[in-house]
């Protein structure tokens, strides 16, 4: 059985920082595309930060130059850091996992639609 589950997900204050990691198993996920993406109450699910199979990474404009995704060698875990964080970003944040034909270039992995796999979701609360 596929599995995603998220952790690291907390409270923090405007500017603070958290980390996101995301442990796959039943696969291996070391060729798989990986991606965060985070649902706001109200709004749609939208891409945060991809990284395919050979470390190439897509952000969104939002968060560039503050969030970081990287994943272990063996793809197991998927992480990603969020420095700066803003009251705005307040949602809930899932993990999700594409197999390889279904991405073919760097935006792709900012596409909902082309994952099939996705964890639970982890709550991320910035205060003012």
């Known amino acids: 059985e596929v599995q995603l589950v998220e952790s690291g997900g907390g409270s923090v204050q405007a500017g603070g920082s958290l980390r996101l990691s995301c442990r796959a198993s039943g696969y291996a996920f070391s060729s798989y595309g990986m991606a965060w993406f985070l649902r706001a109450p109200g709004n749609e699910r939208e891409g945060v930060a991809g990284?395919?199979?050979?470390?190439?990474?897509n952000y969104a404009n939002s968060v560039k130059g503050r969030f970081t995704v990287s994943k272990d060698n063996a793809g197991i875990t998927l992480y990603l850091q969020m420095n700066n964080l803003k009251p705005e970003e307040t949602a809930i944040y899932y993990c999700a996992a594409a197999t390889p034909l279904r991405i073919t270039t760097i935006q792709d992995l900012g596409v909902p639609g082309l994952f099939g796999y996705w964890g639970q979701g982890a709550q991320v609360t910035v205060s003012s």
């Open positions: 990284i395919d199979s050979d470390g190439n990474t």
